[in-house]
């Protein structure tokens, strides 16, 4: 058993970094990334990924086999509830009743950003439904926390927009979901680099989901190894406890006492 796991929907992982699998030269480069990453949740794209929807065609499920990880089927590329709702359904009946899943209902092509009165209808039909829905929102406490009353069993707020590299722009409302949630709290897109997630981990957040980050580096695999060195540090940073910052006045870190030729 993991010391210090994070535990989504009564299941416990090791890994607090999850990934995706888009954008990669090819499943074989995936499969080197994630195992890099050591992320044990892998999030799919039912509508562009083939996981077995598509017979006769390679399936993302032959190089990643749910026996070896947890397989989070997602709906990027939904404008609506009603589609995201008909995509998860089509997700859960491939991976055999599957019910973990990432709802996003996008409002808007260029910047991706959360339609959130559609998420809302969507996810509380999927908890209906019994589906354990793993939501991407926008980093507004209020809605975070109806959509934990709704019965999600994460939030996943952006840090900036999905594939902006943008890092975290409003760590305050991120530290208002965190402190108001007993949810885990994920972020979810605008990750650029390794010290983004480090920071993300030291604010309190539970986990880090990520794609393009990897994916788009010059070096994928290099890339998913450094970004699972950061979540685990910023993780134990979070988990030490910073020294308190002291805009007034520096405070030697040796013995002021007792110096040679001192006063004493």
Wanted: hydrophobic content about 45%.
């Amino acid at each position: 058993m993991h010391a210090d796991p994070l535990v989504i929907a009564g299941k416990s992982y090791g890994s607090r970094l999850l990934v995706g699998t888009g954008k990669y030269r090819d499943f074989a480069q995936t499969r080197e990334a994630i195992d890099a990453s050591g992320a044990e949740i892998i999030t799919v794209a039912i509508r562009r990924t083939n996981i077995g929807q598509e017979p006769g065609q390679p399936s993302l499920l032959e190089v990643l086999p749910p026996d070896q990880f947890t397989i989070l089927p997602n709906t990027a590329g939904c404008y609506t509830a009603e589609d995201a709702i008909r995509t998860l359904r089509l997700g859960r009946e491939l991976l055999d009743g599957h019910a973990l899943c990432k709802l996003e209902v996008l409002g808007d092509p260029q910047t991706l950003f959360p339609n959130m009165p559609e998420t809302l209808k969507a996810a509380a039909t999927l908890v209906k439904d019994g589906f354990q829905v793993m939501v991407y929102c926008s980093d507004d406490p209020i809605q975070a926390r109806m959509l934990e009353d709704i019965g999600c069993v994460a939030v996943m707020p952006l840090a900036s927009l999905i594939g902006s590299g943008m890092g975290i722009l409003n760590p305050w409302n991120l530290k208002l979901i965190i402190d108001q949630s007993k949810l885990p709290v994920l972020v979810d897109a605008g990750v650029g680099t390794a010290s983004d997630a480090a920071i993300a981990m030291e604010l309190g957040c539970d986990g880090v989901l990520m794609n393009t980050a990897i994916a788009a580096a010059r070096e994928p695999v290099l890339m998913a190894g450094a970004m699972r060195k950061a979540v685990e540090a910023g993780r134990e940073a979070f988990r030490a406890g910073r020294m308190p910052r002291k805009t007034y006045a520096a405070t030697p870190s040796s013995p002021s006492g007792g110096l040679i030729g001192g006063r004493t």
